[in-house]
């Protein structure tokens, strides 16, 4: 029975890391946090969430707030000084390339939605296209720079519409003088 737990446990750690996108150095925090494999793909954000970290950038700030720093890799004493190698390197940067590219076409999709509500709404307001215009420039500078793209804020949403139909509060009021009839 403690070797079916052992690879079971396996299975699930393999399956978060791989679900999740997480590197080995995030699944050694995780553990050391005392997560469960089981309920780490439950964190993913939706497109929705663009306020939501990744699942490995949660896990790396929840180890930093509690041990305060990255974990000690495992290496011997004498390798802890050491680079790792350019493979290792190129693999995570191909990774955090993939989730830049990921959480660009989120902001896309985002965008585009708020804009055709604002469409809809009859006009954009001329602040929302100033944010947009910023937001695309420190996009497009963080894209040259090769750098992180920051996270963007959510653009306001429109007034709400107005009915084509009046409504009890716009009616004129009528006042009543002593002479006037009420009408009912």
């Known amino acids: 029975m403690g070797?079916?737990?052992?690879t079971a446990k396996e299975a699930a750690w393999r399956?978060?890391?791989?679900?999740c996108g997480l590197n080995g150095r995030q699944v050694a925090m995780a553990r050391a946090l005392g997560m469960n494999p089981k309920k780490l793909p439950g964190l993913r954000p939706s497109p929705q969430q663009r306020w939501?970290?990744?699942?490995?950038?949660?896990?790396?700030?929840?180890?930093?707030?509690?041990?305060?720093?990255?974990?000690?890799?495992?290496?011997?004493?004498?390798?802890?000084?050491?680079r790792r190698s350019h493979t290792d390197d190129?693999?995570?940067?191909?990774?955090?390339?993939?989730?830049?590219?990921?959480?660009l076409v989120c902001y896309l999709a985002n965008?585009?939605?708020?804009?055709?509500?604002?469409?809809?709404?009859g006009k954009i307001a001329p602040e929302v296209l100033a944010q947009?215009?910023?937001?695309?420039?420190?996009?497009?500078d963080a894209l040259e720079a090769r750098t992180f793209i920051p996270q963007m804020p959510e653009i306001p949403v429109p007034p709400a519409p107005r009915s084509a139909r009046s409504g009890p509060c716009d009616l004129p009021e009528h006042t009543f003088d002593g002479d006037d009839e009420i009408p009912f």
Do not use: M
């Open 132 to 140: 947009v215009c910023r937001e695309f420039r420190e996009i497009a």
């Open 90 to 103: 190129a693999s995570e940067t191909a990774g955090e390339q993939t989730r830049q590219v990921e959480d």
């Open 111 to 121: 965008l585009a939605d708020d804009l055709e509500r604002w469409l809809v709404h």
């Open 3 to 6: 070797k079916r737990q052992e």
């Open 15 to 19: 399956n978060a890391k791989k679900l």
């Open 52 to 82: 939501k970290l990744p699942v490995g950038a949660f896990i790396e700030e929840c180890y930093r707030k509690r041990f305060g720093g990255a974990p000690e890799s495992g290496l011997s004493s004498r390798a802890k000084g050491e």
